[in-house]
């Protein structure tokens, strides 16, 4: 069986989270309720979840519409993603209050709506278009996630501070262009 989906939806999403608004919510929650695991937890069920829509969504539209228009849609998104990549993040003050109900609820909340229409999620649903199966790329997805997450919530803002994001940004974005590049040269098959 190959993991190619498995793998390129890794690699993309745990580069492209390296300083991106979810990131910075994990330090966040870090900071306010010190419960790493609870707090990684509400991570894992609240990508798991979003993540499952967006690539169901991004599948549904590539059943749905001819594949040279699905194909120049994931090389126009890929590109529009590395792009993206490259503008650092910030989260709002309203981004970054969380519930009162303890680490987990407030994590799988704030999680799930700070990343709808998030780049990660973006991707997502380009990624679920060219690559199968879907649950490797949910699997993928919130895998990558996870990857660049829990290290931040475990070690804190002492290790947010010494990621090198401008080159995190970079190699996101060179990512992104390179699977843009790889479908409009071999196409979604």
Do not use: C
């Amino acid at each position: 069986m190959s993991l190619t989906a498995l793998s390129v939806s890794t690699l993309a999403v745990a580069v492209a989270e390296i300083g991106d608004k979810t990131q910075l919510l994990a330090l966040v929650l870090a900071a306010r309720y010190r419960r790493p695991w609870p707090i990684v937890a509400g991570i894992l069920v609240a990508t798991l979840a979003n993540h499952a829509l967006a690539a169901w969504a991004g599948a549904w539209v590539a059943t749905a519409l001819p594949e040279t228009l699905v194909r120049w849609a994931v090389v126009a998104s890929f590109l529009l993603v590395a792009g993206w990549a490259l503008i650092p993040d910030k989260l709002d003050e309203s981004e970054a209050r969380t519930p009162r109900h303890g680490a987990f609820i407030a994590t799988l909340i704030a999680f799930f709506l700070v990343e709808i229409g998030d780049k990660t999620q973006v991707a997502t649903v380009v990624l679920a278009a060219r690559y199968e199966p879907l649950w490797q790329v949910i699997a993928g997805t919130t895998l990558g996630m996870l990857l660049a997450n829990a290290p931040v919530v475990a070690l804190g803002a002492g290790f947010a501070h010494r990621l090198p994001l401008k080159y995190a940004r970079w190699a996101a974005a060179a990512i992104f262009a390179a699977l843009a590049l790889w479908v409009a040269l071999r196409g979604l098959g």
